[in-house]
């Protein structure tokens, strides 16, 4: 294979940590670990809303709420977001508020003059049968993966929104495509939980009452990419930093594993000794999405937290979520 093209990246130009920084989507699983991580680094000005006192699918709200703020630098991670079933079924959902979430945010943030604004988008947005390891060049090279079509088109729309504004305006705002994540804020609802969350669920309450039998979906052979959101957040601190280039960067963590593999390495963990079956009538998504992360990498980073570690202390939140029946974003019944 040969090597992604350099990024034509500017000299690094550090943020200024005292300034107001943006969090959009605080509460969530990603915005919460960027949160954690840039207040740790020194951030001491860092705005959050919860979706309850800023409804980012409005626009007059969204743009009332920035010339009140006037953030420097955005962390764009509000998103409806949701696992194989939830895209599947709520298209609509998944397509017009994650475009109304993007316009209006994006749109804000140019009238407002943000100097740095970061773009989640996700692997997904790649085509079903990228080349593996999938180049960040993949983009709109091929047919999505129709489960989550909806979803990917509205994220690519914001990917071109954000080249568009640095072409047209001058704005060094970048995206960045995460491989599937997880880690404490993770979504345990199994109606719209990713596959990571809703394993470590499942065979927990297998244990819990005895269960003989776990059923997943799908055939186990897909395989995915498994980053620590701690990880991202490192990436995302570091990106806004020195990255600067119209291309989407990958963040990934360059391994992959199967369903099934995975389904053995929580079953271990969460201590479930039962059968393991999978239902092929359940979608199984795209065959593999594992991403190429030179680019990222040429840059210096490196994940740290392996994924068996990261399966452990996501069970251990999630444990605690229970034993302290609070109210969590993402509410486990
Ligand atoms: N999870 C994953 O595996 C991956 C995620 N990503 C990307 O990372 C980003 C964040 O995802 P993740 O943290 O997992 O998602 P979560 O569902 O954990 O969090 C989403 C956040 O978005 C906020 N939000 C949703 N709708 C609105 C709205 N209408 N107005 C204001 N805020 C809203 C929610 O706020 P509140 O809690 O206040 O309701 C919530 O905090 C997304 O862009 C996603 O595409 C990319 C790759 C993989
Ligand atoms: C991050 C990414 O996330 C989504 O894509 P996905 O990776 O296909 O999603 P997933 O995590 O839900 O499933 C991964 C695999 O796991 C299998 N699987 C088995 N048993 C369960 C199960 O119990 N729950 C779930 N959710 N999946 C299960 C499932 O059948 C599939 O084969 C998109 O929303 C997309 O938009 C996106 O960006």
């Keep these: 294979m040969t090597s992604p093209a350099p990024a034509r990246d500017r000299p690094a130009s550090p943020m200024d940590r005292t300034a107001p920084t943006y969090i959009a989507g605080h509460r969530g699983l990603v915005g919460s670990a960027v949160w954690r991580h840039f207040a740790a680094s020194g951030f001491t000005t860092l705005i959050g809303r919860t979706s309850a006192e800023l409804d ?16 420097r630098y955005v962390v764009l991670a509000a ?11 709520e298209p609509v959902e998944f397509l017009s508020d994650n475009l109304r979430i993007q ?6 943030a140019l009238a407002t003059g943000v100097e740095r604004l970061l773009f989640l988008g996700s692997s997904c947005i790649y085509p ?21 079509e909806a979803y990917a088109i ?35 609802d199994l109606r719209t939980a990713h596959v990571l969350p809703a394993l470590i669920r499942r065979f927990h309450e297998a244990v819990q009452s005895g269960a003989e039998e776990v059923v997943l979906w799908g055939t186990g052979t897909p395989r995915r990419e498994f980053l620590h959101v701690d990880d991202l957040a490192r990436a995302c601190e570091l990106l806004l930093d020195c990255y600067d280039d119209p291309l989407p960067i990958n963040v990934g963590v360059g391994e992959d594993i199967s369903i099934a593999e995975l389904a053995e390495l929580i079953a271990e963990i969460v201590g479930y000794s039962g059968k393991i079956r ?22 210096g980073f490196r994940p740290r937290i392996g994924l068996a570690e990261g399966i ?22």
Excluded: C
Aim: glycine letters at 6%; charged letters at 25%.
């Design 79 to 89: 998103a409806r977001v949701g696992g194989i079933l939830a895209n599947a079924t």
């Design 278 to 299: 999978f239902d092929p009538s359940k979608p199984d998504g795209t065959p593999r999405k594992l991403l190429d992360v030179r680019r990222i990498t040429a840059l």
């Design 56 to 71: 980012l699918r409005d626009r007059a709200a969204t743009f009332a709420f920035f010339e009140e703020v006037r953030p």
């Design 312 to 333: 452990r202390a996501t069970y251990a939140w999630y444990r605690e979520q229970l034993g302290n029946r609070t109210e969590s974003p993402h509410q486990t019944a």
């Design 154 to 188: 509205a994220k690519i729309a914001g990917v071109l929104q954000v080249q568009a504004a640095r072409r047209e305006y001058g704005v060094r705002w970048i995206s960045a495509m995460p491989t599937n994540l997880y880690g404490p804020g993770d979504n345990f």
């Design 103 to 108: 316009v209006n945010v994006l749109d804000a």
């Design 128 to 148: 079903k049968h990228a080349p593996q390891p999938i180049p960040e060049e993949a983009l709109l090279t091929g047919p999505l993966e129709p489960t989550n």
